[in-house]
Every structure is written in structure tokens, then in C-alpha cells.
């Protein structure tokens, strides 16, 4: 990747990954000398989508960046664009960190319960914060959680973000498939931050078994492998669903007895085991929320209460109107932009 944008950022440059919606290079600060993140997005915006959740990622991580918080990544810069007409590429700066949940569960790195509960204390302190800004994360995954050589650990990816009072949103992609929580999968319209919960359980499985939990084919097989292990629901499990239709496709599924939990994660912790069972639960109702996952024995000598931030406010999507043009999230952008570089070109 060329980074012919800034003077700021100087060689060496290494590709660090591909996400999503671009490129990722790591690249050295000029003033600092410090390692940053540059994620170079090209052509921005040709697709109205694409380009929306680039916005949303930077106006959330700008409003989550606090310095007693520190549980999500941060945004370092945006480089300023050499005009304000006729850009097309998009350079966020990141803070760098060295690897993410994905990686390290397909390595040979040795993880113990100790790891498992650090990991999970810090998700979940993290979840508790993007939570009280009235935000649902909605794409939780072992690839989104960053991680440095000191095994601390940052949300990343906000891209598919959502407000929790928002209730027209499920025309979108939400969450890969293999961390969607069944109500996603049953297209429930109204949804809330058990969403996110339910994702956390399909990740503390990965990292006991270092492979996914329910590694589904389409939503059907997906449906299927989720109730092979936590039991098809009863009906006094399926009263989120509004649909006739939906809970008559729910009864017309296979049905299968709940499996037990030791026999599946034989090398599991009793309590991670016990925190997993609340966290699989087919009626988000009755699932476990952030807090009480926090206050949980198997979390006890990590917990404080008075070490897990709240955002001091809540978030306002207001900028997402459905007039919003491809050129009205431009100029958005190269004002988030001189929020960093505010001197004039000339």
C-alpha cells in the first residue's frame, strides 16, 4: 500500500491484514516514532453501504474514546485528504496492536483458564461500555477482539453498530452467521443487547475448544447445531417471537434434548461452564445480561465494580438520515478529518 498521503507517517511500512472494507498496514509515526494502524479503504464511496459503515465506525470510536475506558480501539487520526473535492480513498489511523483473538486461537500458543478468564472479563467490561452508550456492537467475533503481547484486549469493528432503541434495522447483514444469536436467525425485528451476549458465549466456547462453536452452513444447519447442544426450545421459550409464522417453523424443527455441557467442553472450568450455559440461552429474555455475566463467580477476582466504566454519554446516530448521500458522508468524513489536521491547505 502507498502511503503518499501524509508526510506524518514514515517507512517501514508492513501489511498487518485485510479487513473488511480494506487494507491494513502499519506504519511509523514521524513525530511520535510510535508503530500506528493505517487501514487505507479505497474507493470509499462507490457503495452507499460500504461507505455508511466507514462513517459509523469513526463517529462510534470517536465517541467511545475515553481515557478511563481504554476498552475499545482508538482512533488515532484520519488523514486529511490533499482536496476537498474529488477523493475517493479513506486512511483511518489505529492504535497497533499486535495480533486479535482469531489468530491467537489457531496458533500453538498454550491457554489456560487463567487466559480464558481474562480474556472473557475484558470483553465483557468492554461490552458493558459500548452497551451504556445505548449501542449494540451487532458483529462480535474472535477477529474483532485485538489483542497485544500482554494479553489485553480491545473491541474492534464497529462498522455494523446500532442503536439498542433502533427497531427497523434487520434488512441489514448483522453478525457472521456463526455468532448470531437465534433471534437473528429467526429474523425477530425488535432485538436487544442480548444479541451481543449470546455472541460472547459462541466465543468463550471457541476459546476452551480453539475451534467455532457452531461453524453453520446457512441459517437452517446453524439453527440445527445450535439446539443439538443447548436443546430445542419450549413454548415458553419462544415468546420474543412475534410471528405466528416463525414460532410454527421453530415447533416443525427436529427436535433434540438438551446436551450436557461437560460431555461437549470436558477440559472446561466449572464456572466458565456455568457462565456459558447462562449466556446460551435460546430466549434472550432469560439470557444473562452484561452486568450480572460480570458479577459471575467464575469472574470474582477480576471484578471491579468500580473499574468498569460507563460512556459518559449516550450515542446519537441522528447523522444516519435516509437522504444521505454518498457526497453528504464525504463531507462528514473530511470534517471528522480536520478535527485532527486542522490547519488550512494552501
Not at 55 to 74: F, G, P, Q, T
Not at 78 to 97: H, K, Q, T
Not at 101 to 128: A, E, I, M, W
Request: hydrophobic share 40%.
Amino acid at each position: 500500500m502507498a502511503i503518499t498521503v501524509s508526510s506524518k507517517y514514515v517507512p517501514p511500512i508492513r501489511p498487518v491484514g485485510r479487513g473488511a472494507c480494506g487494507i491494513i498496514c502499519a506504519v511509523v509515526n514521524a513525530q511520535t516514532r510510535q508503530e500506528v494502524a493505517i487501514k487505507k479503504i479505497g474507493n470509499a464511496f462507490d457503495n452507499q453501504i460500504d461507505a455508511k459503515r466507514t462513517l459509523r465506525e469513526i463517529k462510534l470510536l470517536r465517541h467511545m474514546d475515553h481515557d478511563n475506558a481504554l476498552v475499545v480501539i482508538s482512533i488515532k487520526d484520519i488523514i486529511r485528504p490533499p482536496r476537498r473535492e474529488n477523493f475517493n480513498d479513506v486512511y483511518i489511523v489505529y492504535e497497533l496492536m499486535d495480533t486479535d483473538l482469531h489468530h491467537l486461537l489457531r496458533s500453538n500458543q498454550p491457554l489456560t483458564d487463567d487466559h480464558c478468564q481474562y480474556f472473557l472479563y475484558q470483553v465483557l467490561r468492554g461490552l458493558k461500555y459500548v452497551h451504556s452508550a445505548n449501542v449494540l456492537h451487532r458483529d462480535l467475533r474472535p477477529s474483532n477482539l485485538l489483542l497485544n503481547a500482554k494479553c489485553d484486549l480491545k473491541i474492534g469493528d464497529f462498522g455494523l453498530a446500532r442503536t439498542t432503541n433502533e427497531t427497523d434495522f434487520m434488512m441489514e447483514y448483522v453478525v457472521t452467521r456463526w455468532y448470531r444469536a437465534p433471534e437473528l436467525l429467526l429474523n425477530c425485528s425488535e432485538y436487544t443487547a442480548a444479541i451481543d451476549i449470546w455472541s460472547v458465549g459462541c466465543i468463550l466456547g471457541e476459546i476452551v475448544t480453539r475451534e467455532p462453536l457452531f461453524p453453520g452452513k446457512d441459517y437452517v444447519h446453524q439453527l440445527r447445531l445450535i439446539t443439538e447442544l443447548i436443546g430445542s426450545p419450549d413454548d415458553s421459550s419462544l415468546g420474543f417471537l412475534r410471528s405466528d409464522n416463525a414460532r410454527r417453523y421453530v415447533r416443525s424443527l427436529p427436535q433434540y434434548p438438551k446436551q450436557q455441557f461437560r460431555a461437549r467442553f470436558p477440559t472446561m472450568s466449572s464456572g466458565a461452564m456455568d457462565l456459558l450455559e447462562r449466556m446460551l440461552v435460546f430466549d434472550p429474555s432469560k439470557r444473562i445480561t452484561v452486568d450480572e455475566a460480570l458479577c459471575h463467580p467464575y469472574l470474582a477476582s477480576l471484578h471491579e465494580i468500580y473499574d468498569e466504566p460507563v460512556c459518559p454519554a449516550p450515542f446519537s446516530f441522528d447523522f444516519e438520515q435516509p437522504s444521505l448521500t454518498e457526497e453528504d458522508i464525504k463531507e462528514i468524513i473530511w470534517r471528522e478529518a480536520l478535527k485532527f489536521n486542522p490547519e488550512p491547505i494552501h
